[in-house]
């Protein structure tokens, strides 16, 4: 959205008694939006090492999970 287009979202908002919403919120993650994608190299990428899959959190413990699921060996 253009901050034009937020405005107007704003005070459509506004002027809707029924409407409960957190105008603050919806700007900033809006604005969030707009950087985001005028700057994606600054959007964190995950990597392998950000995470770990259940087979190596199993493997950390001390399980060895075979390809059908079960647990081959424990060590």
Known sequence: MTDKEILDEVYRMCC???ERCD???FIEQEWQKQDEQSHPE???SFSKSWY???KEM???RGLEI???GT???LK
């Open 16 to 18: 809707n008694p029924f």
């Open 23 to 25: 105008v603050k919120s």
């Open 42 to 44: 600054t959007v964190p």
């Open 52 to 54: 770990m899959d259940a």
């Open 58 to 60: 199993e493997r950390h």
């Open 66 to 68: 075979g390809p059908d």
């Open 71 to 73: 647990v081959e060996s």
